[in-house]
DNA sequence: ATGAAAGCGCTAACAA
DNA sequence: TTGTTAGCGCTTTCAT
């Protein structure tokens, strides 16, 4: 595996502008301490010849690292690719590198990545997915983070955890309660709420909410559980309706279940709005585009990446940043009076 | 901010277990050449130490990577994040960690991209998308991967592209065949292809075949240019369709442009299939989920990931590899028969 | 304002 | 089998 250098060295930069590779230095990185006028050729040779500086050695010379880790629960879920376009591009602006593992929503996974990160000095970690209710599940990834944090890197969290870390959180009380509202101002008091896994925080927040908004409108509320992947919702929908025949709407927790449930009615032949009106959260792309379309709750799924990213640019504050990202209620064409 | 955690270095454990840090490296690499006992001995001790390698100053001595750079066209595009998913698996599967980068189709962004992971001594680095028609085009990042390569990196492309390196290609001429001869068989006789830059190798591909498919049948043919994104596809087709009113048939070259033709004939009120077929290509999530579904032709696309992934596991050969992967024509609700 | 030189922690010849 | 030593490419004092 010997050959050919196969990058740029600074030294050739330095030897192609006539500086040493100190001089070279101090102008790629814009330090002061420079000719104006040196600085400016010494950049322009680099960008001729494709300079990129070796991050190995940089790291290994005291510098700091590009690398940030983006940690998603599910690699190939619309809700997280969002998610880490947002990343990607903000740390693009800020040149940085995003280095992407998955956790499969595995404790031990997860800590395997983060370790991972650790070791490889990655200047900042960002953990996207749900939190769990249990705060003991979550104790050894939040002692690790704080060590990393304590050393000098940063960390920050998409969603409610317990990690002591940055957290941008969705406002899911605010998504479930608006989408929940609208089915009440429609008519609706009679309704199937589809909903995930209670360790996750996003579930018993969006639950919660929901089942308050409805209770307190005087809606009858039958709550059923899934692994809130969207694989079982549809039949788990079906099902409750069966035994809910009085059931006007379908309230899914997440848009993944939600289109579950509209793919589950169709085949069964159900109109939807006329018979059943079903509703999402998250308001992932496709939700425009299925039919019929669906009402949902928004959120600005990039920009949260792209913020989480932002938070962890930032030095630590005394105590962990939050930042709240409000829902926005989006009606199509899945809701719809109940039939009288 | 405090400094780097007190890591434990490789000389410390050298020290600890009285041996030179040759080795202790030797040891905890599993090398050979160490009698069992002392390598036995320095591992625990390393264990117990809490060591763990610094892999900056491991790469810049030489030492290999773990890193695989993956660069894709467009970061939150259905068909990217299915591939992406399937080259993330493979490569935790073989304890490699991914790196994300896009290049939104622009060349200089994908150079500098090549460049970095260069740089990063990344041990393969995968481009998935489109190559372009102009081989002058690519000249620049071939030049950079023959380096790359001869310097024992390894690459693999998804995509025809004449980058000189692994391939995977997705077979888009038999793709656009398959879809073209259902319409054909169904009696299409006027169709309208949605195209995009003639500059891609993947639009020209399908584009020839298409038209060669139709031609022969006897059919009249109306192509049209888009941006190949989907975002202007629709109105295109409208356009087309109003030049055209005798067509039948719109046959989108890939399923974004598709969803984006459905939409726009939803709005205009065009029945699909009654008055106008659609068909795509890629078969994304989507194509199933939409009303009407869409017929096209599909590709394992996390499967096209996974078989890069592996290309770039194994050893370069003397020539390039291409390993050509079918599609597999799906018919769903969005074709009929034309009206008589 | 610029350069020389000492490492950063490790791997990989080469010696012993 | 083990140790010695020369770098990997860069940042950073310390001189000049």
Same mark, same amino acid.
Do not use: C, W
């Given at each position: ?11 050739? =930069?330095?030897? %192609?502008?006539? =500086? ?31 300079? !990129? ?91 690790? $983070? ?16 317990? $990690?002591?870390? *940055? ?53 009858? =509320?039958? !709550? ?11 039949? %788990?929908?079906?099902?409750? $309706? ?40 998250? *308001? =992932? ?11 949902? %709750?928004?959120?600005? $799924? ?27 209620? !989006? ?10």
């Amino acid at each position: 595996m010997a050959g050919p250098p196969a990058a740029v060295r600074l030294s050739e =930069v330095a030897a %192609a502008a006539g =500086v040493s590779i100190a001089t070279a230095s101090r102008s790629l990185r814009g330090l002061g301490g420079v000719s104006d006028t040196v600085a400016e050729k010494v950049r322009g040779i680099a960008e001729d010849l494709g300079y !990129v500086t070796n991050s190995y050695a940089r790291t290994l010379a005291g510098g700091s690292t590009t690398i940030v880790g983006l940690i998603l629960n599910q690699i190939d879920d619309p809700y997280f690719t969002e998610i880490a376009a947002g990343v990607v591009r903000a740390a693009e602006d800020a040149d940085l590198t995003v280095q992407i593992g998955h956790s499969t929503r595995d404790p031990h996974r997860e800590l395997k990545q983060i370790r991972s990160l650790v070791a490889q000095r990655a200047r900042a970690i960002i953990i996207a997915g749900s939190g769990y209710t249990d705060p003991q599940r979550e104790l050894q990834a939040k002692e690790l $983070l704080a060590r990393y944090e304590a050393g000098g890197g940063r960390a920050a969290v998409i969603g409610r955890h317990f $990690l002591g870390v *940055d957290a941008v959180q969705p406002d899911n009380r605010g998504a479930a309660g608006q989408v929940a509202r609208h089915l009440v101002e429609l008519g609706h008091r009679d309704v199937v709420v589809i909903s995930g896994l209670p360790s996750l925080t996003t579930v018993e927040d969006r639950q919660g909410e929901a089942v308050k908004v409805l209770a307190a409108a005087g809606a009858r =509320v039958t !709550v059923v559980e899934t692994d809130f992947t969207g694989h079982d919702a549809g039949r %788990a929908a079906l099902g409750a $309706l069966d035994g809910e025949p009085r059931a006007t709407a379908v309230m899914a927790l997440s848009d993944a279940m939600a289109i579950s449930v509209l793919t589950g009615l169709r085949r069964a032949g159900v109109d939807v709005p006329g018979t059943i009106s079903v509703t999402g959260v998250d *308001d =992932v792309p496709v939700a425009e585009l299925i039919s019929p379309s669906l009402t949902t %709750a928004a959120f600005p $799924l990039s920009e949260l990446g792209r913020e989480a990213l932002l938070l962890t640019t930032r030095p630590q504050a005394t105590r962990p940043r939050r930042k709240m990202i409000p829902a926005q209620l !989006v009606v199509r064409e899945s809701t719809a009076p109940p039939r009288s």
